[in-house]
């Protein structure tokens, strides 16, 4: 037996939710906390599996703790609510978990939680004081017995919760939702064993049944042995990086400490770096080790790639960086005040000066002195990709965020993959029927007529080739992005108005989009005139929408926009804005009200339009309009823009370094994107002529 004050470390355990404590009107829910159960899970020190015990009397109880999404606490969105009323029933650990009200991303998780399909929460606790207890050994602690089985056993007799969090899926498969009436039918031993020292809560006795039990399917089993095999390699692995990595310039003490804290690779190389820096004396640095500015100034990766954004003249705090994850963590998706402030003092570093730096990040015990290994040194590691791809995705959302887009007025849709996708409509006996008593309704039909579209891949690549290091035109080069984001933003509007302009075929009807034969004739859409922008011609284009049909069902449809080339942007804004429209006709002088301006059109003045027209990104191939065509739109699906499912309808970004004869690094982009025109009945356009 032996007894230690822990060094601080954070173990994941498993909370159990008590659904029947559900409470809708304050969105709280009861959890257990902790047990005094014995749990199996990793032990860093040792680096093998023990049995753990946290005693009741010996936890600290906070008077709140936070409740986060998934460990994540590095922002505040981070944050669905807190943990109240901590409190101590017996031999478990109990606590309230209050959800925030008003938030969207909150009222997710509390609805899952509300209506049984989130079950799982896991807790964050720090254990300072312990007794362990050698295997098939005993020891008395506080006055009471424990007995070690055939594997080390910790008593925790202080420790301390720090916060808890909503999962997907929990450590232990038997921490789940309790109903009253509900019997839990795991083992104790099936719970699976979890390498990153996830803590698991057994499960619960069953308590005693007032009702029939309901009968649940006993928990699958698990390979305990697979497990625990995969942990211990992992753990081998970790620590071998760590030796590799603190090699001699680390010593032994602090080596110690990251094993047995279970840093990994990237919390290592910060902290083995500022060792170094701290055991140096002065005057003991020479030749490329010198740092371009003064020690005293933290460096991390995201001061630095903060830095290159001031140099570039953006604002660290309110560009958008690719967030993802990095080592475990979760990097935030916008730069702290203190990150920025340490970007201002390296953000005149040169392009070598930025490689040596990210090399000691890297931490590597020697800094090349020659200036082109020291480049491909950098390159070979993570942090200077990691910078470079930051300040690559920040400029590409600023070109992306600063490009309008004059395409609300199309439908959006997200489809799931690159495959044909068809649009389908009902047939007229889509509507209510009159239903007798006792009768069954009728079904809707679909119709036989559909349009097909489907999304492709709109791709580009840069590069940053090592002889731009050298040169340091970095700088330069990140001009790039910029205008990519800028062109991924106009794909789509160059998509819809392309097809606007080609006019293409629908092929439910074998007509063309828009076309002047009457509806009663096969293919006829009645939805072309050459009316000139005015007062007339647009009173005739509203009229000519309103009396559209689906199977002899009026639509009743209303324009919402109206689309122009600037040419006619003046006699627009004319036309919509005017109070008043005066007739100088000397015979009527009637009505100087101008009821187009309670029509409520939005305008969209677009060049793609004009006579010059736009390129289609997909055939390559230039459509024109003219100075003098306009369009009515209405909110209904006519035109879609489509994106592919998970993309956020953005651009995705990737990072590569060069090989097979180049050197250097290099970022794609890809954009999932397409359009298409599945109904006529929502657009009326005019060519203007007179």
């Known amino acids: 037996m032996?007894?230690?004050?822990?060094?601080?470390?954070?173990?994941?355990?498993?909370?159990?939710?008590?659904?029947?404590?559900?409470?809708?009107?304050?969105?709280?829910?009861?959890?257990?906390l902790s047990t005094e159960r014995p749990v199996e899970m990793w032990d860093w020190r040792s680096g093998g599996m023990i049995d753990e015990v946290l005693l009741a009397d010996g936890v600290e109880l906070p008077r709140q703790l936070p409740l986060l999404d998934t460990h994540s606490r590095f922002r505040l969105s981070d944050v669905l609510g807190s943990i109240r009323n901590i409190r101590q029933e017996g031999a478990e650990t109990v606590g309230t978990l209050h959800f925030a009200s008003g938030d969207d991303e909150?009222?997710?998780?509390?609805?899952?939680?509300?209506?049984?399909?989130?079950?799982?929460?896991?807790?964050?606790?720090?254990?300072?004081?312990y007794i362990d207890i050698q295997p098939d050994g005993k020891a008395s602690v506080n006055g009471r017995e424990f007995a070690a089985g055939n594997r080390p056993m910790r008593v925790a007799t202080k420790w301390k919760l720090r916060e808890a969090s909503m999962v997907p899926i929990g450590a232990d498969e038997a921490a789940k939702l309790r109903q009253q009436g509900e019997?839990?039918?795991?083992?104790?031993?099936?719970?699976p064993v979890v390498a990153d020292a996830e803590r698991q809560a057994p499960p619960e006795k069953p308590a005693e049944q007032r009702e029939a039990p309901v009968v649940v399917a006993p928990t699958p089993s698990v390979d305990e042995g697979a497990i625990r095999a995969e942990a211990i390699k992992q753990e081998r692995e970790r620590v071998n990086k760590l030796r590799e990595l603190a090699g001699d310039d680390v010593s032994s003490e602090v080596l110690e400490r990251a094993i047995s804290e279970g840093w990994d690779e990237a919390r290592a190389n910060r902290e083995f770096l500022q060792h170094i820096r701290d055991a140096r004396q002065p005057g003991q640095q020479t030749g490329p080790a010198i740092h371009s500015r003064s020690h005293d100034?933290?460096?991390?990766?995201?001061?630095?790639?903060?830095?290159?954004?001031?140099?570039?003249?953006?604002?660290?705090?309110?560009?958008?960086?690719?967030?993802?994850?990095?080592?475990?963590?979760?990097y935030r998706?916008?730069?702290?005040?203190?990150?920025?402030?340490?970007?201002?003092?390296?953000?005149?570093?040169?392009?070598?000066?930025?490689?040596?730096?990210?090399?000691?990040?890297?931490?590597?015990?020697?800094?090349?002195?020659?200036?082109?290994?020291?480049?491909?040194?950098?390159?070979?590691?993570?942090?200077?990709d990691r910078?470079?791809?930051?300040?690559?995705?920040?400029?590409?959302?600023?070109?992306?965020?600063?490009?309008?887009?004059?395409?609300?007025?199309?439908?959006?849709?997200?489809?799931?993959?690159?495959?044909?996708?068809?649009?389908?409509?009902?047939?007229?006996?889509?509507?209510?029927?009159?239903?007798?008593?006792?009768?069954?309704?009728?079904?809707?039909?679909?119709?036989?007529?559909?349009?097909?579209?489907?999304?492709?891949?709109?791709?580009?690549?840069?590069?940053?080739?090592?002889?731009?290091?050298?040169?340091?035109?970095?700088?330069?080069?990140?001009?790039?992005?910029l205008e990519m984001g800028a062109a991924a933003r106009r794909l789509i509007p160059d998509l819809v108005y392309s097809l606007l302009l080609s006019n293409p075929t629908l092929t439910a009807?074998?007509?063309?989009?828009?076309?002047?034969?009457?509806?009663?004739?096969?293919?006829?859409?009645?939805?072309?005139?050459?009316?000139?922008?005015?007062?007339?011609?647009?009173?005739?284009?509203?009229?000519?929408?309103?009396?559209?049909?689906?199977?002899?069902?009026?639509?009743?449809?209303?324009?919402?926009?109206?689309?122009?080339?600037?040419?006619?942007?003046?006699?627009?804004?004319?036309?919509?804005?005017?109070?008043?429209i005066r007739d100088t006709t000397a015979s009527t002088r009637y009505g100087t009200v101008?009821?187009?301006?309670?029509?409520?059109?939005?305008?969209?003045?677009?060049?793609?339009?004009?006579?010059?027209?736009?390129?289609?990104?997909?055939?390559?191939?230039?459509?024109?309009?003219?100075?003098?065509?306009?369009?009515?739109?209405?909110?209904?699906?006519?035109?879609?823009?489509?994106?592919?499912?998970?993309?956020?309808?953005?651009?995705?970004?990737?990072?590569?370094?060069?090989?097979?004869?180049?050197?250097?690094?290099?970022?794609d982009i890809n954009m999932d994107a397409g359009a298409a025109a599945v109904d006529y009945r929502g657009m009326h356009k005019s060519a203007g002529t007179g």
């Open 297 to 330: 100034q933290a460096v991390t990766e995201r001061s630095l790639a903060a830095g290159m954004l001031i140099a570039g003249g953006f604002d660290p705090t309110k560009v958008r960086v690719d967030a993802e994850i990095r080592d475990g963590s979760r």
């Open 594 to 667: 101008n009821v187009l301006r309670g029509e409520n059109l939005t305008l969209v003045v677009e060049s793609r339009l004009d006579a010059t027209g736009v390129i289609d990104p997909s055939s390559k191939a230039a459509v024109t309009g003219s100075a003098t065509n306009w369009f009515l739109a209405a909110n209904r699906r006519t035109v879609k823009k489509l994106y592919r499912q998970g993309t956020s309808r953005s651009p995705q970004l990737r990072s590569f370094l060069l090989s097979q004869g180049q050197w250097g690094m290099g970022w």
């Open 509 to 580: 009807t074998t007509g063309a989009l828009f076309n002047a034969t009457a509806e009663s004739t096969a293919g006829g859409h009645a939805n072309l005139t050459t009316a000139v922008l005015g007062s007339t011609g647009l009173k005739a284009g509203i009229t000519a929408m309103a009396n559209k049909r689906l199977d002899n069902v009026p639509l009743n449809i209303r324009p919402q926009f109206l689309l122009i080339p600037p040419d006619l942007e003046w006699t627009g804004k004319e036309l919509l804005q005017s109070g008043e």
């Open 2 to 32: 032996s007894s230690h004050q822990q060094s601080e470390r954070e173990i994941s355990g498993q909370l159990d939710i008590r659904a029947a404590t559900v409470n809708e009107e304050s969105r709280t829910v009861d959890a257990v």
């Open 183 to 191: 019997l839990t039918m795991a083992k104790p031993n099936d719970a």
């Open 387 to 481: 910078v470079f791809t930051s300040n690559v995705y920040a400029r590409l959302m600023a070109g992306w965020d600063e490009t309008p887009d004059t395409t609300a007025w199309c439908q959006a849709e997200d489809v799931p993959n690159f495959m044909l996708q068809e649009d389908i409509t009902l047939r007229q006996n889509a509507s209510l029927e009159k239903l007798p008593r006792g009768d069954t309704a009728t079904h809707a039909d679909f119709s036989d007529d559909y349009e097909t579209y489907k999304v492709a891949r709109y791709a580009k690549q840069f590069v940053a080739d090592e002889q731009d290091f050298i040169d340091d035109r970095l700088m330069a080069l990140m001009n790039v992005p």
């Open 333 to 384: 998706n916008t730069f702290s005040e203190q990150e920025a402030d340490g970007g201002h003092e390296l953000r005149n570093l040169s392009a070598v000066d930025l490689c040596r730096e990210c090399v000691m990040l890297d931490g590597r015990r020697t800094v090349p002195r020659d200036r082109v290994e020291l480049i491909r040194a950098a390159m070979s590691g993570t942090h200077l």
């Open 106 to 129: 909150v009222d997710r998780v509390w609805n899952k939680v509300r209506q049984g399909h989130l079950t799982d929460v896991s807790v964050g606790y720090r254990v300072t004081e």
